[in-house]
């Protein structure tokens, strides 16, 4: 339906009747937008959704023709077809300059138009049939699924839950029966282990829905199924919405990092800036325990002395710019071992070293919880720890050098890795 709303937008800003959609590409308007930088034609498509979105609460006859959209698309209607692949390619390139620019990829996408079909025939097929002999369920024999006013329902309330509609009046699938659809296909292709399923905190009922009645169908599938619910960003305007127009782009949110960080910090290389405002970003997002809104605050995430990314990103270069003012630095951080057990430690060593020693434990812990935020707690508190020591103790021309540098040497190892397992990198000079 979302598709439909931004289609339905395109033909009201390019001002088209509903003509057929392979016309409307030579649009005049559209054909400017084509030729256009992609940040335009995606702020336009953008707009297009916001409208449709719009009308489609406020106005019955903009519904009715979204709804007749909607199933052109699923009909694959030839008319329509050129505009559809036309907006998801404009889409899918825009998603792609932001994942590069996270670090990030992904390996396959799967489309609604797909999935919909696999869950339509599924909810179908199990609509008179019931679920494995193995469960307990002798109310559901005569179907998992039931026809209720016109539609196909799951029925939620019988285990707790609340009935949800599979597929609509319509005879369309509903976005229930595109997840299911979609569980059996990424299993498919797949055969994974575990699938973990990231949604926001609004749809933790939904989802129960969704994994009760995949257990109907394939017990053994829904138990490798996990959702990790998450809250939502906010902004001191209040709650981002991209039905009203209302938003924040992920690439702004960069930018803007980007930008105050270039106004505190003039001489820093582009690059540099580019590695420590998405480790801002990041950073800033995942500090937060899982499942939590999160008060989103440039100032907070820029601060290069509080609890923040480039405050590690920081620690980290300092730690390697008093690696550099040694010549043995390669020998001692790869070769040299140390004995510390009958050297007098000051107290700031002996707690970095204790602290390093329990890095490999807060790794594991924060992975069996799916919870990258001890790993955040971790990072700051060995960097302040780290800090305190460089203030109070000479390293360089020290009676302990060696051992200084090479606890020097340690703690830069661990934060870096730890950014690492964050997603973010860590320049050696800033």
Same mark, same amino acid.
């Given at each position: 339906m979302h598709v439909a709303k931004a289609i339905y937008g395109i033909f009201h800003l390019c001002h088209a009747e509903f003509i057929s959609a392979s016309q409307i590409l030579e649009n005049n308007i559209l054909k400017q937008f084509q030729d256009d930088t992609l940040n335009k034609r995606i702020k336009f498509l953008g707009?297009?959704?916001?409208?449709?979105?719009?009308?489609?609460?406020?106005?019955?006859?903009?519904?009715?023709?979204?709804?007749? /959209?909607?199933?052109?698309?699923? #009909?694959?209607?030839?008319d329509l077809?050129?505009?559809?692949?036309?907006?998801?390619?404009?889409?899918?390139?825009? !998603?792609?300059?932001?994942?590069?620019?996270?670090?990030?990829k992904f390996d396959f996408y799967y489309f609604e138009s797909i999935v919909g079909i696999n869950g339509l025939k599924l909810v179908q097929e199990y609509l008179?049939?019931?679920?494995?002999?193995?469960? #307990?369920?002798?109310? /559901?024999?005569? &179907?998992?699924?039931?026809?209720?006013? &016109?539609a196909v329902i799951f029925p939620g309330k019988k285990f707790g839950l609340h009935d949800r509609v599979f597929i609509n009046s319509l005879g369309l699938p509903t976005y229930e029966a595109k997840d299911l659809g979609l569980a059996f296909k990424k299993y498919n292709d797949f055969k994974f282990d575990q699938s973990i399923s990231v949604t926001g905190n609004e749809i933790i009922e939904y989802f129960?829905?969704? /994994?009760?009645?995949?257990?109907?169908? #394939?017990?053994?599938?829904?138990?490798?199924?996990?959702?990790?619910?998450?809250?939502?960003?906010?902004?001191?305007?209040?709650?981002?919405?991209?039905?009203?127009?209302?938003?924040?782009?992920?690439?702004?949110?960069l930018d803007e990092a980007k930008k105050l960080l270039k106004s505190k910090f003039s001489e820093m290389m582009e690059e540099v800036l580019e590695q420590v405002a998405v480790g801002a970003i990041k950073y800033a997002?995942?500090?937060?325990?899982?499942?939590?809104?999160?008060?989103?605050? !440039?100032?907070?995430?820029? @601060?290069?002395?509080?609890n923040s990314g480039p405050y590690l990103q920081y620690t980290f270069a300092r730690t390697q710019s008093v690696l550099r003012k040694t010549a043995n630095n390669q020998q001692l951080t790869t070769n040299k071992k140390l004995e510390v057990s009958s050297q007098k430690l000051e107290v700031e060593e002996l707690i970095l070293l204790r602290t390093l020693n329990k890095f490999p434990e807060v790794v594991?812990?924060?992975?069996? @919880? !799916?919870?990258?935020?001890?790993?955040? @707690?971790?990072?700051? #508190?060995?960097?302040?720890? !780290?800090?305190?020591?460089?203030?109070?103790?000479?390293?360089i021309g020290s009676e302990q050098e060696d051992f200084r540098l090479?606890?020097?040497?340690?703690? &830069?190892?661990?934060?870096?890795?730890?950014?690492?397992?964050?997603?973010?990198?860590?320049?050696?000079?800033?």
């Open positions: 707009e297009a959704y916001a409208f449709g979105a719009k009308v489609y609460e406020e106005d019955e006859k903009a519904k009715r023709e979204i709804e007749q /959209l909607n199933k052109k698309i699923y #009909d694959k209607d030839p077809m050129p505009l559809y692949e036309k907006g998801r390619q404009w889409s899918l390139e825009y !998603f792609e300059t932001i994942y590069k620019r996270l670090g990030t008179q049939k019931g679920p494995p002999a193995s469960l #307990d369920a002798k109310h /559901l024999r005569a &179907g998992v699924f039931e026809k209720s006013q &016109g129960k829905v969704i /994994l009760a009645a995949l257990k109907q169908i #394939d017990p053994e599938l829904a138990a490798k199924i996990k959702h990790l619910p998450h809250g939502m960003v906010r902004i001191p305007t209040g709650k981002m919405s991209s039905r009203s127009g209302n938003i924040v782009t992920g690439e702004w949110l997002l995942l500090k937060s325990s899982l499942g939590h809104d999160i008060e989103f605050n !440039f100032e907070e995430s820029i @601060n290069i002395q509080g594991e812990t924060a992975t069996a @919880n !799916f919870a990258p935020n001890l790993v955040c @707690n971790y990072l700051f #508190d060995l960097a302040q720890k !780290f800090n305190l020591f460089y203030q109070k103790h000479k390293i090479a606890l020097t040497a340690g703690v &830069g190892q661990v934060i870096k890795t730890g950014l690492n397992l964050l997603g973010i990198e860590a320049p050696e000079k800033m």
